[in-house]
C-alpha cells in the first residue's frame, strides 16, 4: 500500500481527507455488500431446504444455492467455528517446526491474497488519515489543546459506543456468526476504527503535552526507533514461548496479557539499552544496508 501514497506526497490536508473519506465510503459499501450477500446466500438456503424434496426435485440452481447455505452454515455457527479451532489445536499442538510452518504455510496464502484485497482499501484509507494530520500539523501537536480534547472525547465515545452494540450483539449469540449475520443490519467496522483511532491519538497529544507525563512518554522514544525488529521480535518470542515451550492452548485469555506485559516490558528496555549504543535496530540496520547495498555505520561515536 505504501507504495501506492508515492503520487499523493504533495496533496494538500483537504484532498488527503478527501480521498480518505471516499475509501471509507468504500470500504464500508463494501463491508455491508458482504453482509448483504451473505443474509441472501442465508435467506435461499433456508427457503429452498423447507422445500419437499420428495414432490419437487431441485433443480442445478437450487442445489447450488442450498449448498452455499450449508457450507456458510456449517463453517459459522457455533459448533462449525468450535470445530475449526479444535482442527487448528490438532493441527499445530505438538507438531514439528515443519509441520506447523506447512500449516501456516496455507493460512498466509489466504492472508496475503484474498483477505489482503478485502482489506487493503482501509490500510489505505489510514495512511491518508495519517498523511493529512502530519500535514495539517495535528499530529506535531500544533493545534488548540481544546481541539485534541474535542476529538478526543467524541471519537473515543463513539468508537466504545460502536464497540459496545457490536460485541453486545455478539456476546448475546454465544459469538455466532451464523446468527449474527441474520441479525445484524449494518456493518461500521472501519467507521468506528477510524473514530476511535482519532480519539486515542488525541488525548496521547494532549497527554504529551503534559510536561510529567512527556517525560514518561519518553521511555517509548527508543521502543518506536526500533519498530521494524519489536515488530519481528514480537513473533519470534512468542512462537519461541508457544510453540518452542509447547505453552500453545494452555492458557486463558486473561493469563496472555501477562506474557503481553513481558514482552512489553522486555522490550522497552531492550530498546533503551540498545538505542544508547547503537544508531540502528539490528534488523533496522540490515533493512538499510539490503536497501542501499552499503553498511551503514551501527555504533554511536563516543
Known amino acids: 500500500c505504501g507504495l501506492l501514497l508515492f503520487p499523493f506526497r504533495n496533496w494538500s490536508p483537504r484532498r488527503l481527507l478527501f480521498a480518505a473519506f471516499f475509501l471509507l465510503v468504500l470500504s464500508t459499501?463494501?463491508?455491508n455488500s458482504d453482509l448483504y450477500e451473505n443474509k441472501e446466500i442465508i435467506k435461499k438456503g433456508q427457503a429452498i431446504a423447507m422445500l419437499d424434496t420428495t414432490k419437487q426435485k431441485l433443480t442445478d440452481t437450487q442445489?447450488?444455492?442450498l449448498g452455499k447455505f450449508t457450507?456458510?452454515?456449517s463453517e459459522?455457527?457455533?459448533?462449525?467455528?468450535?470445530?475449526?479451532?479444535?482442527?487448528?489445536?490438532?493441527?499445530v499442538k505438538g507438531s514439528s517446526y515443519l509441520s506447523i510452518?506447512?500449516?501456516?504455510?496455507?493460512?498466509?496464502?489466504k492472508l496475503q491474497s484474498v483477505f489482503f484485497y478485502n482489506s487493503w482499501w482501509d490500510v489505505l484509507m489510514l495512511f491518508f488519515v495519517g498523511m493529512a494530520l502530519y500535514k495539517s500539523g495535528f499530529l506535531l501537536g500544533k493545534k488548540s489543546p481544546y481541539?485534541?480534547?474535542?476529538?478526543?472525547?467524541?471519537?473515543?465515545?463513539?468508537?466504545?459506543?460502536?464497540?459496545?452494540?457490536?460485541?453486545r450483539a455478539q456476546y448475546h449469540l454465544r459469538f455466532d456468526t451464523y446468527k449474527f449475520v441474520q441479525e445484524w443490519t449494518f456493518s461500521y467496522y472501519d467507521?468506528?476504527?477510524?473514530?476511535?483511532?482519532m480519539g486515542y491519538l488525541s488525548l496521547l497529544i494532549v497527554l504529551y503535552k503534559i510536561s510529567p507525563v512527556r517525560k514518561l512518554l519518553h521511555v517509548f522514544a527508543p521502543v518506536g526507533q526500533?519498530?521494524?525488529?519489536?515488530?519481528?521480535?514480537?513473533?519470534?518470542?512468542?512462537?519461541?514461548?508457544?510453540?518452542?515451550?509447547?505453552?500453545?492452548?494452555?492458557?486463558?485469555?486473561?493469563?496472555?496479557?501477562?506474557?503481553?506485559?513481558?514482552i512489553w516490558l522486555f522490550q522497552i528496555i531492550f530498546s533503551y539499552a540498545w538505542m544508547k549504543y547503537f544508531l540502528f535496530g539490528p534488523f533496522e540496520w540490515v533493512w538499510r544496508a539490503l536497501t542501499y547495498r552499503s553498511r551503514p555505520p551501527m555504533r554511536r561515536k563516543e
Open 76 to 91: 459459522n455457527d457455533t459448533s462449525g467455528i468450535a470445530k475449526e479451532a479444535m482442527d487448528h489445536i490438532k493441527d
Open 191 to 197: 467507521i468506528r476504527r477510524v473514530c476511535q483511532t
Open 147 to 167: 481541539v485534541y480534547l474535542i476529538v478526543g472525547i467524541t471519537g473515543t465515545a463513539i468508537g466504545l459506543v460502536l464497540n459496545y452494540f457490536n460485541l
Open 101 to 109: 510452518f506447512r500449516h501456516y504455510k496455507e493460512v498466509n496464502m
Open 71 to 73: 457450507s456458510f452454515k
Open 29 to 31: 459499501y463494501r463491508e
Open 63 to 65: 442445489k447450488e444455492a
Open 226 to 262: 526500533m519498530a521494524f525488529t519489536n515488530y519481528l521480535s514480537q513473533s519470534i518470542i512468542t512462537s519461541v514461548i508457544f510453540y518452542g515451550f509447547g505453552l500453545f492452548d494452555t492458557m486463558q485469555r486473561y493469563q496472555i496479557y501477562y506474557v503481553v506485559a513481558a
